[in-house]
């Protein structure tokens, strides 16, 4: 089978940085994507990782180890409009979304 | 570019109805994948289409079935609808059912089952 696993809140403040977790089980691995929702809205793509290593896209980077079955999002210099919800997903066997992370930045 | 379309936005249905929801991706894109995402979840993988073929499936019941056309739009049928498959059945296009593509989701359309 295939699971993933994220904290379910984190809560910053604006200017902070902050780094939201995802550990995955899964048979089969092609990569770790990262994915944005806001509240009424569709989820947008923010990164891809498939190999071991840190991909940086302005303030998001995404870390993968594919050793250890983990990943992270880690966004700087935070702003309000970061507040919404962060989905890791795996593509193994079929695509596996995790729980995901809300996130609230306070001012 | 055309993103991805999908109609209708809301709809209310009766259990043991049936419900065909639709979706037309982004122009270049060839594969579809529809979701299910419940309140406060992420969203659950049912089937991708790829050149219209079914090209995975996940852990959903028969009664979820799919349709690809020849412009690589879709359809997502539901039968013998249950209180439980309320919830916003999201779609999303990519390019060549690669994982490193991103998928590029709808505004979703919204199922509640009285």
């Known amino acids: 089978g295939q699971s993933l696993e994220q904290p379910s809140e984190v809560t910053a403040v604006e200017g902070a940085i902050v780094q939201i977790n995802c550990t995955y089980q899964?048979?089969?691995?092609?990569?770790l994507s990262w994915y944005q929702q806001h509240d009424g809205g569709a989820p947008t793509f923010l990164s891809y990782?498939?190999?071991?290593g840190l991909e940086e896209t302005g303030r998001f980077s995404s870390f993968l180890s594919r050793s250890d079955s983990y990943g992270y999002l880690l966004l700087q210099e935070l702003q309000m409009k970061d507040s919404a919800s962060y989905f890791c997903?795996?593509?193994?066997?079929?695509?596996?979304f995790g729980p995901g992370t809300r996130l609230s930045v306070l001012p | 570019e055309t993103g991805v379309t999908q109609s209708p936005t809301h709809l209310i249905k009766t259990r043991g109805q049936q419900v065909t929801l639709r979706c037309s991706s982004q122009?270049?894109?060839?594969?579809v994948s529809w979701y299910q995402q419940a309140l406060g979840q992420g969203p659950q993988f049912i089937f991708q289409?790829?050149?219209?073929?079914?090209?995975g499936r996940g852990n959903f019941p028969p009664r979820f079935s799919g349709l690809q056309f020849p412009n690589y739009s879709s359809e997502l049928n539901v039968n013998a609808l249950e209180l439980d498959d309320s919830a916003l059945y999201l779609c999303?296009?990519?390019?060549?059912?690669?994982?490193?593509?991103?998928?590029?989701f709808g505004d979703g359309t919204r199922l509640s089952i009285l």
């Open positions: 999303a296009s990519s390019l060549n059912g690669q994982s490193n593509q991103p998928q590029h």
């Open positions: 899964t048979s089969g691995f092609y990569g």
């Open positions: 990782n498939a190999l071991d």
């Open positions: 997903a795996v593509y193994g066997q079929n695509f596996v």
């Open positions: 122009s270049g894109h060839n594969t």
């Open positions: 289409y790829y050149r219209e073929e079914e090209n």
